[in-house]
């Protein structure tokens, strides 16, 4: 996004005539921001070739997911739904990772049909159940496990998984455990030693320690690991005091891992690649002076975009119009929904704004829709993507009729 002549523009596209066609709120993605964030993604990494597994929790649009399938990205999946929202945008079984602590006995019946890579599994019993159904179906099952390295990805606590405490993976003792168990299974090959340890890093050094971890594990153990999965969590500047990530010396820890441990490393970026790619648009609907600051009240709402209610999560805010005009008061940025917790900002200084003005909401691409209801029964909103002076419907605007 950029202003031109004071107009927001996304791409070749004023936000302005975005809102006239299709109305507020909605969603509009960037085709080449996504486009540039896989390249740069692959590209430092590619010294050692890993295999990408896009996160589909974080933006479950199957348009996006197509469009992301053809740089050769896999999926990385959480759910029944969403292995099926990634065997249907076309990404290939062997591609596909199923990560999650809760796998019911259908979810895993249905992956090992599929044919997947890896069922990553985090817990023995897990494990055994994965067992139980491959003897039932006399096959023998490729599988991971995630290990939870007692490493703090120093990132919000909502969304850290890496930490003893963190329901996630299992300790070092369980994982020792699990590895005799596989060995005297004959259904079950233990191909993968899986780690993840949280969202929104900006640190390389917490993947360091992780690297360190996953390293003394390895050397204790003379179990042959095909692939180790390094997860995601890689996150992007929201703020503009945000520092970024350096893939740089993350890249030398993983090269250097590499040199003692001959292994495939796969990764499962979704913030990283579609975070910064799409916007939120929403229109004023009314502002209330409360006496000490003005109350922004827009048309989209904690149903469109849950991470400021959900975790307190900051997002930046431009108006689509600038203008040299400064409010007198500071502004708190809200929904119409029936809940204190539907606020996205306040602002202490933002230019002065008027009823039925255009606000843009960045950086929601990842955990923006996917994270959407349908709370106070409120239609979901029109998803788009903008690829230079082209627009394309990704996903039609939800009618009342279609949720009651």
Same mark, same amino acid.
């Given at each position: 996004?950029?202003?031109?002549?004071?107009?927001?523009?996304?791409?070749?596209?004023?936000?302005?005539?975005?809102?006239?066609?299709?109305?507020?709120?909605?969603?509009?993605?960037?085709?080449?921001?996504?486009?540039?964030?896989?390249?740069?993604?692959?590209?430092?990494?590619?010294?050692?070739?890993?295999?990408?597994?896009?996160?589909?929790?974080?933006?479950?649009?199957?348009?996006?997911?197509?469009?992301?399938?053809?740089?050769? *990205?896999?999926?990385?999946?959480?759910?029944?739904?969403?292995?099926?929202?990634?065997?249907?945008?076309?990404?290939?079984?062997?591609?596909?990772?199923?990560?999650?602590?809760?796998?019911?006995?259908?979810?895993?019946?249905?992956?090992?049909?599929?044919?997947?890579?890896?069922?990553?599994?985090?817990?023995?019993?897990?494990?055994?159940?994965?067992?139980?159904?491959?003897?039932?179906?006399?096959?023998?099952?490729?599988?991971?496990?995630?290990?939870?390295?007692?490493?703090?990805?120093?990132?919000?606590?909502?969304?850290?998984?890496?930490?003893?405490?963190?329901?996630?993976?299992?300790?070092?003792?369980?994982?020792?455990?699990?590895?005799?168990?596989?060995?005297?299974?004959?259904?079950?090959?233990?191909?993968?030693?899986?780690?993840?340890?949280?969202?929104?890093?900006?640190?390389?050094?917490?993947?360091?320690?992780?690297?360190?971890?996953?390293?003394?594990?390895?050397?204790?153990?003379?179990?042959?690991?095909? *692939?180790?999965?390094?997860?995601?969590?890689?996150?992007?500047?929201?703020?503009?005091?945000?520092?970024?990530?350096?893939?740089?010396?993350?890249?030398?820890?993983?090269?250097?891992?590499?040199?003692?441990?001959?292994?495939?490393?796969?990764?499962?970026?979704?913030?990283?690649?579609?975070?910064?790619?799409?916007?939120?648009?929403?229109?004023?609907?009314?502002?209330?002076?409360?006496?000490?600051?003005?109350?922004?009240?827009?048309?989209?709402?904690?149903?469109?975009?849950?991470?400021?209610?959900?975790?307190?999560?900051?997002?930046?805010?431009?108006?689509?119009?600038?203008?040299?005009?400064i409010s007198k008061k500071p502004y708190e940025f809200v929904g119409p929904i029936c809940e204190s917790t539907d606020k996205f900002v306040t602002l202490k200084k933002f230019q002065a704004l008027k009823e039925k003005d255009l606000i843009a909401i960045c950086d929601v691409g990842?955990?923006?829709?996917?994270?959407?209801?349908?709370?106070?029964?409120?239609?979901?909103?029109?998803?788009?993507?903008?690829?230079?002076?082209?627009?394309?419907?990704?996903?039609?605007?939800?009618?009342?009729?279609?949720?009651?």
């Amino acid at each position: 996004m950029r202003y031109l002549k004071n107009k927001l523009i996304i791409e070749n596209i004023p936000i302005s005539n975005i809102a006239k066609k299709f109305g507020t709120p909605s969603y509009c993605y960037s085709f080449n921001k996504l486009k540039q964030n896989i390249n740069f993604f692959k590209k430092s990494f590619k010294s050692f070739s890993p295999l990408i597994c896009f996160a589909i929790k974080s933006n479950t649009n199957i348009n996006i997911i197509k469009e992301i399938k053809k740089f050769g *990205f896999g999926a990385d999946v959480v759910s029944m739904g969403e292995l099926m929202m990634a065997l249907k945008a076309g990404i290939i079984p062997r591609k596909i990772v199923f990560s999650g602590v809760g796998k019911t006995t259908s979810e895993i019946s249905y992956a090992i049909d599929k044919k997947i890579l890896l069922i990553n599994a985090e817990s023995l019993s897990e494990i055994k159940e994965i067992n139980r159904i491959a003897k039932s179906k006399n096959k023998r099952i490729k599988i991971g496990v995630r290990l939870n390295p007692n490493t703090d990805a120093k990132t919000l606590s909502q969304i850290s998984t890496g930490k003893k405490e963190n329901k996630f993976g299992v300790n070092k003792n369980t994982l020792y455990e699990i590895i005799n168990y596989c060995k005297n299974s004959k259904n079950i090959d233990l191909k993968c030693l899986s780690v993840h340890i949280g969202s929104q890093i900006l640190d390389h050094k917490p993947y360091e320690k992780m690297l360190k971890a996953v390293s003394q594990i390895l050397n204790k153990t003379n179990h042959k690991f095909e *692939f180790i999965d390094l997860g995601g969590g890689m996150g992007i500047t929201y703020t503009d005091k945000n520092k970024k990530l350096n893939y740089k010396k993350y890249n030398t820890a993983i090269l250097k891992f590499l040199r003692k441990h001959k292994v495939k490393i796969i990764f499962e970026p979704g913030r990283s690649i579609i975070g910064d790619t799409g916007t939120l648009v929403s229109k004023i609907i009314y502002i209330k002076d409360s006496g000490s600051k003005k109350f922004i009240i827009l048309d989209a709402a904690m149903n469109d975009l849950m991470r400021p209610a959900l975790y307190g999560a900051f997002h930046k805010t431009l108006p689509v119009t600038k203008s040299n005009k400064i409010s007198k008061k500071p502004y708190e940025f809200v929904g119409p929904i029936c809940e204190s917790t539907d606020k996205f900002v306040t602002l202490k200084k933002f230019q002065a704004l008027k009823e039925k003005d255009l606000i843009a909401i960045c950086d929601v691409g990842a955990y923006g829709m996917s994270l959407s209801s349908n709370y106070n029964l409120r239609p979901k909103p029109v998803e788009i993507l903008i690829n230079g002076s082209k627009i394309k419907v990704i996903r039609k605007r939800q009618k009342h009729e279609d949720i009651i």
